[in-house]
């Protein structure tokens, strides 16, 4: 069974920069796609970025150009950059043993979810 461990969360000012880890254990041959999703407080779950092994970034519309994800092995990187309030939520790490190029924004596509860490975007 696979356990995702996220860290990094905490408070940034518009403008600023964060950055998020992942630490994958547990299950190395099920996390070939890793990435993140987000929700804020009174809204849907959100996709936000994925990377499969080997592979590069993919992102959503609202990150693009802002955020970048990094892997090393079985952990894998948030980097956020020009931070706006909008940003705020609380973000989850996923994974799943196969990418789906079609599907991989769609939340049902993840195998193993953590707890997830907050983000605060305020001045």
């Known amino acids: 069974q696979v356990r995702l461990v996220e860290s990094g969360g905490g408070t940034a000012r518009p403008g600023g920069s964060l950055t998020l880890s992942c630490v994958a254990s547990?299950?190395?041959?099920?996390?070939?796609?890793m990435g993140w999703f987000r929700q804020a407080l009174g809204k849907k779950r959100e996709f936000v970025a994925v990377r499969m092994r080997g592979s590069v970034g993919h992102y959503g519309d609202s990150v693009a150009g802002r955020f970048t994800v990094s892997r090393e092995e079985d952990t894998i990187y948030l980097h956020m950059n020009n931070l706006k309030v909008e940003d705020t939520a609380v973000y989850y790490c996923?994974?799943?043993?196969?990418?789906?190029?079609?599907?991989?924004?769609?939340?049902?596509?993840?195998?193993?979810w953590g707890q997830g860490t907050q983000v605060t975007v305020s001045s």
């Open positions: 996923v994974a799943d043993p196969i990418f789906s190029l079609a599907y991989y924004s769609q939340q049902d596509r993840y195998e193993s």
């Open positions: 547990g299950g190395a041959n099920r996390v070939t796609a």
